[in-house]
């Protein structure tokens, strides 16, 4: 297949795009820089030059491919407290890549967060469910969940779409997620530590064995799929804060809920939210089978302490 991939030079695109390539397919990766596009040349993908917001890039780029994989996401607006924005920008590229494969039967799979939910382990069964006036406050989970929705509606319109929600930590090296983040506060506050008790569980998955699934998605996932790419079901928050502190000598310490938002800054929702998720229905589906290490043995492998 020819596979136009957005986000192609990001985290996970870097593995999607050799994960596709060593399955036979071709690679058209959207590059907004020159860094990206040498990147994705070096990779050997051809570049499409343009941003999320080039609609009539996309738009030929998508109606020019067999299929389509969406990782692009305007992180640095997002996390400098304009999450509505970068979501907006999201919708309207989902919006007119869907347009230009409707009718077709052409596969269109996007990158999405795994649901957080209190107490319970989530499955690939629970609908994405968006709360409209949360999405339009800014919400991140919400702002999300009503992208996913609209990329599964285009099953309707004869797209073969499909959402890979992903863990909260896609591990590996050359990381730069919630985990580094956590090792900072860690080294700068001079002790490792977790939310209350700690008890909160995070998936989690290789990035590797992420990018595996989406070209399973794009290659074999039914028009309306939401696939989970849950390696890990769930580690406590705790455990992770102990392997941290052993790794850097620290001593490992419950932070009360109260002063969260002060020791850990914008990662205290994240770290405080049960992201514990199940992957058995993608397995069963797709015959996806991670084998990749897990977040503790990754850790324990020393590269994030460099
Ligand atoms: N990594 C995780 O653990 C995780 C967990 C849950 C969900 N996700 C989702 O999975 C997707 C991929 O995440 P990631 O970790 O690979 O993110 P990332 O490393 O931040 O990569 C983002 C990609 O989007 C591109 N991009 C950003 N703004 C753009 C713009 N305005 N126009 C065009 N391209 C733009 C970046 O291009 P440049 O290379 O030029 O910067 C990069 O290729 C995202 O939707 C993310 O929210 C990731």
Do not use: C
């Not at 692009?72 to 890549?97: C, L, N, T």
């Not at 989970?141 to 996913?148: E, S």
């Not at 064995?209 to 799929?225: I, K, Q, T, V, W």
């Not at 009360?256 to 049960?274: E, I, Q, R, V």
């Amino acid at each position: 297949m020819r596979v136009f991939v957005t986000g192609a030079s990001g985290w996970i695109g870097s593995a999607v795009v050799p994960e596709l390539i060593g399955a036979g397919h071709q690679v058209v990766g959207l590059a907004r820089s020159d860094a990206s596009a040498d990147a994705l040349t070096a990779a050997g993908a051809e570049v499409v030059r343009g941003t999320l917001d080039d609609l009539d890039v996309l738009r030929r780029a998508a109606a020019d491919s067999d299929g389509v994989v969406h990782l692009a996401f305007k992180h640095d607006i997002a996390f400098s407290g304009d999450f509505k924005g970068a979501g907006e920008a999201d919708r309207r590229a989902v919006e007119v890549i869907g347009e230009a494969l409707a009718g077709s039967g052409r596969p269109f799979t996007i990158a999405s967060g795994t649901p957080s939910i209190p107490g319970r382990v989530a499955t690939e069964r629970d609908g994405h469910d968006p709360d409209p006036a949360a999405a339009a406050r800014g919400d991140a989970q919400h702002v999300r969940a009503a992208t996913a929705e609209l990329t599964l509606s285009l099953a309707a319109r004869q797209v073969r779409s499909s959402v890979v929600r992903l863990a909260p930590t896609n591990h590996g090296e050359g990381d730069n997620g919630f985990v580094p983040a956590l090792i900072g506060i860690a080294r700068a506050k001079g002790v490792s530590g977790y939310i209350g008790d700690g008890a909160n569980r995070w998936s989690a998955a290789h990035r590797l064995d992420s990018a595996r699934l989406f070209r399973l998605a794009l290659e074999n996932a039914p028009a309306g799929s939401t696939l989970h790419a849950v390696a890990e079901e769930g580690l406590p928050v705790r455990d992770l804060a102990e392997v941290i502190g052993r790794q850097l000598g620290l001593p490992v310490e419950s932070v009360a809920a109260a002063d969260a938002d002060a020791h850990f800054s914008w990662l205290a929702g994240p770290l405080a939210a049960n992201r514990a998720a199940s992957s058995v229905l993608t397995r069963e589906l797709l015959g996806w089978r991670p084998d990749r290490p897990g977040l503790v043995e990754d850790l324990e492998q020393g590269h994030y302490f460099k």
